[in-house]
């Protein structure tokens, strides 16, 4: 059994990797509307994610995991998809899975609502309403 006490009650920190922070930047506060709370250049962006720490860390090179990195638990998927359609946001289509549906929403089979995007590198993120 594991030790929940060794990290279990400490604060999560994300990463996400960028090879152009100033696109970043633009990306995570002025689309997403993360509050940026520390520039470190040239290493990484720190961004506040509603109480998690962010940090878009600076790369020379990068390649994108071809899965979710970052997410987010969101109240309405329409209404999130619509806002983020709206700021110029991309919603990605998977053969098969939510190729069918005009936003590009998934709904698994625990009921579950998901859709995809990718940042300006290339990370997949996604929006979800459970």
Known sequence: MANESILGTSK???FVATTNST???AFYEGVLGLNLVEDQHPFALVFDANGTMLRVTAVQEHNPAPFT???W???SIEESVDQLTAAGVE???YPGINDGDPKGIWTAPSGARIAWFKDPDGNVLSVTQY
């Open 91 to 93: 919603f990605q289509r």
């Open 12 to 14: 999560l920190v994300a």
């Open 23 to 25: 696109r970043a930047r």
């Open 73 to 75: 638990d969101v109240d």
């Open 69 to 71: 990195v970052l997410g």
